[in-house]
C-alpha cells in the first residue's frame, strides 16, 4: 500500500499510496527538535506515541462534527490520510500564557486568557516561523479572508473539543499549535497532528508539564511523558 516518498519534515515522513491518489500514509519519526531544529535529538518509540495519540484525538474530533484529514492508523506508527495541500499557516491557540507569548508581550505564565487567543504563524523555517497579522496572511498565502474567518471559528471549535477531552484525563490544555490543508474539493480541514508536540498539557492538579516542554526545558523523560498522556487517554476516553 505504501508508495513512494513524497516528502520528509522533521517529524514524520510523507508517503504516496500505490492505489488512491487522494490517500497519503503518514510515518511518524523518532526524532524531537525544538526552537525551530537548533535543539535535536532521537527517542525510541516517539514515533509510536506521537501516532497513537493523534490518532485517539482525531478520532474523537470526528465522534465531535470536526472534519480532519485523518482516515485511520495502519499500524503504531503510519495513519492514513487524505491528501491535502497544506497551508502555510500555524494557528496557535493560547488559553493560558505559556512559551514564546510570555517573552514577546512580558505576560506571566499560567495567565489565563478568556476568550483563548488566536495567533498566526507563517510556516516558513528559514524565516523562523515569524509571527503575523491577518493582512500578512493574505499577501503571503492564497487564503481568503472567508477562509481564514473560518479557520479561526475551526480553531476555536477545536479548543472547546480538546479542552473536553483533556480534561477527562486530567489535563489542562495551554496551547496548541493546528495546520490545515485543502481537499482536492477544495474544502479546508484540520491536517498535520496534534500530540503533546504540538500542545501544552499540564497535569490539573500539579501543574506538571507533560508535553514537549520536558525536553525543550530539559526537565524531564519525553517517553515516560508521552507514555503517561496516551495512557490517560485510553483509561478514561472511550475513543475505539
Known sequence: ????????????????????????????????????GEKKSEFAGKGRLNNLITSKVFQYLHQHNITTHFIEALNE?????????????????????????????????????????????YKKDELNDPLINDVHAYHLTDITEQELTFIKQ????????LQQLFLKAGLTLVDFKLEFGRLADGSIVLSDEVSPDTCRLWDRNTGEKLDKDVFREGTGNLIDTYENILHRLEESVCVK
Do not use: C, W
Open 1 to 36: 500500500m505504501k508508495g513512494s516518498l513524497l516528502y520528509e519534515g522533521k517529524a514524520k515522513r510523507v508517503y504516496h499510496t500505490t492505489d488512491e491518489s487522494e490517500q497519503l500514509i503518514l510515518s511518524y519519526k523518532d526524532d524531537a527538535t525544538a526552537f525551530n
Open 77 to 121: 506508527t503510519e495513519q492514513l490520510v487524505r491528501r491535502t495541500t497544506i497551508i502555510p499557516l500555524e494557528v496557535v491557540v493560547r488559553n493560558q500564557a505559556a512559551g514564546s507569548i510570555t517573552r514577546r508581550l512580558g505576560i506571566q505564565e499560567k495567565t489565563g486568557f478568556t476568550p483563548p487567543i488566536i495567533e498566526l504563524f
Open 154 to 161: 475551526e480553531a476555536l471549535e477545536i479548543n472547546q473539543t
